[in-house]
């Protein structure tokens, strides 16, 4: 195991300090046999790049992905659910400035014909493209396909094994940073590029996700690890309680190492960099003004931690109280009440930034005594009924969020 | 059946025309037999009218009631459910200022003290008198009992058959205006009061409803008339998604009229009171800048329509577009998805304002032809699958609604 830290730190340090300073070889590039470009053609009206593309170059071709569970699904997620469906892929075409969700026929036409044209500049089959897009919802006309079209010539042409970087800025909507992490371990690497803001995106319709790694994995074993590697990161990041129809986690191993990692070291490592780019994700959050962890522990299964922490997260009042810097620990118990969770409404401690609030289920410490003026905000709840945990990411409910998210498709 | 129009337009039509213009008779004091005062006892520091006192003077002393469905109750919920399991109340003593939830056992001797206090002033048993409490979570110290106690004496001492607008005063909290309604059928008449902004309150710990009436009803009568109107009226404001921890739907009959009407007629004038009552709590929701009827119909079931019609209204990137008057559709499809609903997401039509912008899940007409600056705002949504229809009311997210519960306990 070797090397540490990245531009954010994870959420855990157990998987922090596997975290590459990889200096030239960045995101999706990190690892040995991939290729990637970002370019700009025009779909965005801000002249900003738009469309990636990330090749695999082999020697394997090996893919697995995870896609949202929203039952309304965009064109490319339906269309990429079956091209990884018999664990093969080569490429994955990305662009923002429009999701082509919700754009009838002619939508899901567009994406076959961008895998179409994806496959023939590479020569391969359409069949082993995996297509993403995010922007807004119902944009997908013609114009659209053009721009996606051109992408596509100017991105086969502008490949390199540095672009990692240019790729990871052309999936940006209204991310203000690019975001990639890398681990390296005992000559393999897993790198990836991630945009958007949670599972459950903030602003625009979308979470995209590419991972690469050069150890020599089989698709079974990738389709593994990526589940176990999003449950714990991405699916825990619950910036605005709002599930997107275009969710994708890509994970495509060259098996270019000439390794087969030990499974539990490539868990780790892939968790490693799920976790900080989830992490990324979290801090980038369309408005937000603090960084919120609720971390719930004393749970008789993770299932309920999670429920409770994800409950406390999507409550707007106590998003509000947070972004004034009031510690309402009242709407906490009132979040965690609306659950079906296992606990005792009258034997819960809440605890915020180190302070206990409230103990066995009544004023415990001050509130004045807590101060959430920093970004980073902790929120410990103590269910008291079991011994399992979860850590739910969130953030506020903020001015600039309200005006964001009102103003963003005007 | 007589009379028309109220303050606020109740959202039936068919019961719309029940509402009396009643002149003096208001509220909780228009049906026959029931006294009612406001008074101010110092909970608030503002200075306001904050404890509420309602008495049934009989000839019957029925009642039933419905309370929050959240798994954290505070102490005047856990009492006043026992208070009304035998049928059986005499009176409600109502405060604002503080909810006495998760105040611990002081809390819980508080509303117990505070029944007393009310049964020794009135002559009647602790055991049928109904509690209810709204404010901060939390609040519920000695000097929260003191002035409850000193409320219970002012009011016993206040008690008029014309009291009815002083008690809807005296229980607002960031209420704008006192709610109350009132339905007179054929010699009898069903009135009532509310404050707070929904059965899941925007900037509060509560909804607190008390309704009378002089029909001559038994409790069981009035426990299924009370159920049946809560489930299609209060329990269909969903303004901001927080699910508190005091809501309380109070019924009590006097029988004063000497009049037992049908059970068809007496359901119709609860529900348009309830209505009307829960069309004014919309209106008055904290820092709401937009009324939002969502109206799902198509559905193959009343469950599914409701769970459509809520999944969009607690959605918070649509809420915010109504905000900034962007028709953006997209959002609201992406909402229905998050359901387990029966639909198919490529077949549903969604109209705004009355201009369909989603036909078969694709873009129909131009979102610029759609006109969202009237505060009253109509989203249709047809799921095309079955014969059943819901409306759902919530309101957008406005930068007041942050600022008003970013700043509301500090």
Known sequence: MTDSTSDGPGPDDATTNLLSDSGALQGVTAARGFRAAGVTAGLKTSGRPDVALVVNDGPSDAVAAVFTSNRAQAHPVIWSRQVVGDGVARAVLLNSGGANCFTGAFGF????????????????????????????????????????????????????????????????????????????????TVGGMAKGAGMLAPGLATMLVVITTDAALTSDELDQALRAATRVTFDRVDSDGCMSTNDTVVLMSSGASGTTPEVGDFQEALTAVCADLARQLQQDAEGAAHDIAIEVIGAVSEDDAVTVGRSVARNNLFKAAVFGNDPNWGRVLAAIGTTEAEFDPYAVDVSMNGIRVCHAGAPDQPSDSVDLTPRDTHVLIDLGVGPYAATILTNDLTHDYVHENSAYSS
Request: glycine share 16%.
């Open 109 to 188: 036409q567009t994406t076959h014909l961008t895998a179409e044209a994806v496959g023939d500049a590479l020569g391969i089959g359409a069949g082993d493209v995996v297509v993403c897009s995010t922007g807004l919802i119902g944009v997908g006309d013609q114009t659209f396909r053009d721009g996606v079209l051109r992408g596509v010539t100017l991105a086969a042409d502008a490949l390199t094994d540095g672009g990692g970087p240019d790729a990871a800025t052309a999936i940006m909507t209204t991310d203000t940073k690019p975001k990639q992490s890398v681990v390296t371990v005992d000559g393999w």
